[in-house]
C-alpha cells in the first residue's frame, strides 16, 4: 500500500491563506509567477504521496474572485513551433489548451501576452484577437538583463504595452520555460508604479522546497526531473547573510537575485526581498506529516528518472551528461535500479522465458509477471495478470479466447498493414471491454483497472508509443530497460 506523507488539504488551505497575506502585504495588486505544472502535478504527487496532481488548480479555485491569469509566451517559441514534449503539442496550441482548460474549471483568463515579439508572431495574435481574446507585446530589450538603466526606462520596460488586469491577484503561467513570465511580472510592475498603482511581485514554485534539507530526497528528486535542464539546488546565500537561517533554492534564481534587487530598486527606490527565498510563497514543505514516506516516494522517483534518460540516451535524444548526472544523484540519495523490486522480477521472467517480460507491483506488494506471445505482448499480458489478480480470477481463467484474438490479428497484418501481430495494451483493452459485455470474470477484470493507478511496473526492453501512453492514462509508474527488442534503425 501506498504510504501517505503529505497532508492535501492542509495545504489548500494553508497555501492560499500565504497568497492573501502576500496581497496584502503590497495593497492593490500582487503578480504571482507561477512555475511548473498547473495542471496534472504528477511528479509532486509521486514525491509527497498524498498530493493530489490538481492540488494547485484546487488552490486557486479557492482564490478565483480575486484571481485572473495572463498567459505568456515567447515569439520565439512560435516561430519554431516548439513543442512540449510531455503533451507532444506546439506551446501556440498549448496557450489555447491552457485558456479552455481554465475556463472549464471557473478560472478568468483575462489576456496573452507574447514576449520578444516578432512580426513572426502576428498571425498568432490575430488569431486570439479574432477568438475575443486580449493580446499584449511585449518587446526584447538589448542586454537585458543586465542593463538595468535600460531596462527600467521608457526605452526599455516602458516600451511594453501595459496590460490591463482588473482583480488584485494576477497570476502569470505559460506553456513551458523560458516563455517569459517573471519579465512580464517586473514590467507590469514598472507600469503599475508609474500610474500610481502599489503592486507587488512574488514567485510560486513547488520545488526545489526551501525549509527542507538540501540533500532531502524530495529536493534531490527535483535535480533528477530538471537533468536536462541543468538546474542545481543551492543554499541560498543571501537569505543565510540576511537572517542567518539556511534555506534551499536552485542556481538560476540565486544567480538572477542581484540583478532582480536592481530592477525592483529602479522602479520602486528600494527591493521588498532580501533573498530570492522571499519571494516566494510555497508552503509544500509545511504540510509533509510523514518525512520517510515522501524520502522512500523521491528515492523511487530518481531511479524512474534514470531510466527514463537512459531510454533517451539508447535513442540519441539526450546527452551523456544528463545521466552522469542522475546517477550522482542516484549515490546521494543512496538508491540503484536494484532498489526498484520490479526490475529485478521482469529482467528474471525475460531470462526464463527468453523473450522481452514485464513486471507489475500490484497495491498489496505482491508483483505479477507477463511473458511475450504469439497472441500478446508482454506489456498487454502483464495487464491481463494483473486485473486477474486483482479480481482473484485464477490465473487459469482465460479472459479473452485466442479465438477472439486472431481476427484481430489478421485485421492488423492483412487490412492495416501492421507487421506485428500481437495485441497492444490498447487493443488488449479494448478486446476486454467487448468480451466483458457477456462475461463475467472479464467484466469482474475490467473493473479492476482503477486499482492499477500508483502502481509500479518494468519491462525488459523500450516499449512502443502506444503502450507508453495507455501506462500513463492508467497512472502506472513505468520504466523499461534502455534496449530495443530487435536491432532494427527504424522503429
Given at each position: 500500500?501506498?504510504?501517505?506523507?503529505?497532508?492535501?488539504?492542509?495545504?489548500?488551505?494553508?497555501?492560499?491563506?500565504?497568497?492573501?497575506e502576500?496581497?496584502?502585504?503590497?495593497?492593490?495588486?500582487?503578480?504571482?509567477?507561477?512555475?511548473?505544472?498547473?495542471?496534472?502535478?504528477?511528479?509532486?504527487?509521486?514525491?509527497?504521496?498524498?498530493?493530489?496532481?490538481?492540488?494547485?488548480?484546487?488552490?486557486?479555485?479557492?482564490?478565483?474572485d480575486?484571481?485572473?491569469?495572463?498567459?505568456?509566451?515567447?515569439?520565439?517559441?512560435i516561430?519554431?513551433?516548439?513543442?512540449?514534449?510531455?503533451?507532444?503539442?506546439?506551446?501556440?496550441?498549448?496557450?489555447?489548451?491552457?485558456?479552455?482548460?481554465?475556463?472549464?474549471?471557473?478560472?478568468?483568463v483575462?489576456?496573452?501576452?507574447?514576449?520578444?515579439?516578432?512580426?513572426?508572431?502576428?498571425?498568432?495574435?490575430?488569431k486570439?484577437e479574432?477568438?475575443?481574446?486580449r493580446v499584449?507585446?511585449?518587446?526584447?530589450?538589448?542586454?537585458y538583463?543586465?542593463?538595468?538603466?535600460?531596462?527600467?526606462?521608457p526605452?526599455g520596460?516602458?516600451?511594453?504595452?501595459?496590460?490591463?488586469?482588473?482583480?488584485?491577484?494576477?497570476i502569470?503561467?505559460?506553456?513551458?520555460?523560458?516563455?517569459?513570465?517573471?519579465?512580464?511580472?517586473?514590467s507590469?510592475?514598472?507600469?503599475?508604479?508609474?500610474?500610481?498603482?502599489?503592486?507587488?511581485?512574488?514567485?510560486?514554485?513547488?520545488?526545489?522546497?526551501?525549509?527542507?534539507?538540501?540533500k532531502?530526497p524530495?529536493?534531490?528528486?527535483?535535480?533528477?526531473?530538471?537533468a536536462?535542464?541543468?538546474?542545481?539546488?543551492?543554499?541560498?546565500?543571501?537569505?543565510?547573510?540576511?537572517?542567518?537561517v539556511?534555506?534551499?533554492?536552485?542556481?538560476?534564481?540565486?544567480?538572477?537575485?542581484?540583478?532582480?534587487?536592481a530592477i525592483?530598486?529602479?522602479?520602486?527606490?528600494?527591493?521588498?526581498?532580501?533573498?530570492?527565498?522571499?519571494?516566494?510563497?510555497?508552503?509544500?514543505?509545511?504540510?509533509?506529516?510523514?518525512?520517510?514516506?515522501?524520502?522512500?516516494?523521491?528515492?523511487?522517483?530518481?531511479?524512474?528518472?534514470?531510466?527514463?534518460?537512459?531510454?533517451?540516451?539508447?535513442?540519441?535524444?539526450?546527452?551523456?551528461?544528463?545521466?552522469?548526472?542522475?546517477?550522482?544523484?542516484m549515490?546521494?540519495?543512496?538508491?540503484?535500479?536494484?532498489?526498484?523490486?520490479?526490475?529485478?522480477?521482469?529482467?528474471?521472467?525475460a531470462?526464463?522465458?527468453?523473450?522481452p517480460?514485464?513486471?507489475?507491483?500490484?497495491?498489496?506488494?505482491?508483483?505479477?509477471?507477463?511473458?511475450?506471445?504469439?497472441?500478446?505482448?508482454?506489456?498487454?499480458?502483464?495487464?491481463?495478470?494483473?486485473?486477474?489478480?486483482?479480481?482473484?480470477?485464477?490465473?487459469?481463467?482465460?479472459?479473452?479466447?485466442p479465438?477472439?484474438?486472431?481476427?484481430?490479428?489478421?485485421?492488423?497484418?492483412?487490412?492495416?498493414?501492421?507487421?506485428?501481430?500481437?495485441?497492444?495494451?490498447?487493443?488488449?483493452?479494448?478486446?476486454?471491454?467487448?468480451?466483458?459485455?457477456?462475461?463475467?470474470?472479464?467484466?469482474?477484470?475490467?473493473?479492476?483497472?482503477?486499482?492499477?493507478?500508483?502502481?509500479?511496473?518494468?519491462?525488459?526492453?523500450?516499449?512502443?508509443?502506444?503502450?507508453?501512453?495507455?501506462?500513463?492514462?492508467?497512472?502506472?509508474?513505468?520504466?523499461?530497460?534502455?534496449?530495443?527488442?530487435?536491432?532494427?534503425?527504424?522503429?
Open positions: 500500500m501506498i504510504k501517505i506523507g503529505f497532508d492535501n488539504e492542509k495545504y489548500l488551505r494553508t497555501q492560499s491563506e500565504h497568497i492573501r502576500r496581497i496584502a502585504a503590497f495593497g492593490d495588486k500582487l503578480y504571482l509567477e507561477f512555475g511548473g505544472k498547473l495542471f496534472d502535478d504528477y511528479h509532486a504527487s509521486r514525491v509527497l504521496p498524498g498530493f493530489q496532481p490538481d492540488s494547485k488548480l484546487r488552490m486557486l479555485l479557492q482564490l478565483a480575486q484571481a485572473e491569469i495572463v498567459i505568456a509566451i515567447s515569439a520565439e517559441d516561430e519554431k513551433n516548439k513543442i512540449r514534449g510531455d503533451l507532444g503539442i506546439t506551446y501556440d496550441v498549448d496557450v489555447l489548451r491552457l485558456i479552455q482548460s481554465f475556463r472549464d474549471r471557473g478560472l478568468y483575462g489576456s496573452v501576452v507574447i514576449t520578444r515579439f516578432t512580426n513572426a508572431a502576428e498571425q498568432f495574435k490575430s486570439l479574432a477568438m475575443g481574446i499584449y507585446r511585449h518587446y526584447s530589450i538589448d542586454g538583463p543586465a542593463n538595468i538603466p535600460l531596462i527600467v526606462s526605452e520596460y516602458g516600451r511594453n504595452e501595459y496590460i490591463e488586469t482588473s482583480r488584485p491577484l494576477v502569470v503561467t505559460a506553456p513551458g520555460p523560458g516563455s517569459g513570465k517573471m519579465a512580464t511580472c517586473l507590469q510592475l514598472y507600469h503599475e508604479n508609474r500610474r500610481g498603482i502599489k503592486a507587488g511581485y512574488a514567485k510560486f514554485e513547488t520545488f526545489p522546497i526551501w525549509n527542507l534539507p538540501l532531502h524530495v529536493n534531490l528528486a527535483y535535480e533528477a526531473a530538471t536536462d535542464l541543468n538546474d542545481i539546488n543551492m543554499i541560498d546565500p543571501f537569505h543565510l547573510e540576511a537572517y542567518g539556511t534555506t534551499v533554492n536552485y542556481n538560476r534564481d540565486v544567480e538572477i537575485f542581484p540583478v532582480l534587487s525592483f530598486e529602479g522602479i520602486y527606490g528600494e527591493c521588498p526581498y532580501k533573498s530570492p527565498t522571499d519571494m516566494g510563497v510555497n508552503m509544500a514543505g509545511n504540510c509533509i506529516v510523514d518525512d520517510e514516506a515522501c524520502c522512500e516516494a523521491s528515492r523511487q522517483e530518481i531511479i524512474r528518472r534514470w531510466y527514463a534518460s537512459m531510454n533517451r540516451l539508447a535513442k540519441g535524444d539526450c546527452p551523456q551528461k544528463e545521466v552522469t548526472k542522475i546517477e550522482f544523484l549515490k546521494q540519495a543512496g538508491v540503484t535500479s536494484a532498489d526498484r523490486p520490479v526490475v529485478n522480477a521482469a529482467l528474471v521472467k531470462q526464463v522465458t527468453g523473450a517480460a514485464a513486471a507489475l507491483e500490484l497495491p498489496d506488494g505482491r508483483i505479477v509477471t507477463g511473458r511475450t506471445s504469439d497472441l500478446l505482448g508482454a506489456s498487454a499480458a502483464v495487464l491481463l495478470n494483473a486485473v486477474k489478480a486483482l479480481g482473484e480470477i485464477p490465473d487459469s481463467t482465460k479472459l479473452i479466447s479465438h477472439f484474438i486472431e481476427p484481430v490479428q489478421t485485421l492488423k497484418i492483412d487490412y492495416l498493414g501492421s507487421k506485428n501481430p500481437r495485441l497492444h495494451t490498447d487493443e488488449i483493452l479494448i478486446a476486454l471491454s467487448m468480451v466483458a459485455a457477456t462475461d463475467a470474470n472479464a467484466l469482474k477484470a475490467l473493473n479492476q483497472l482503477k486499482k492499477l493507478r500508483g502502481c509500479q511496473v518494468h519491462t525488459s526492453v523500450m516499449l512502443s508509443e502506444v503502450d507508453i501512453r495507455v501506462f500513463t492514462k492508467l497512472g502506472l509508474q513505468l520504466t523499461s530497460e534502455p534496449r530495443y527488442e530487435n536491432k532494427k534503425i527504424y522503429h
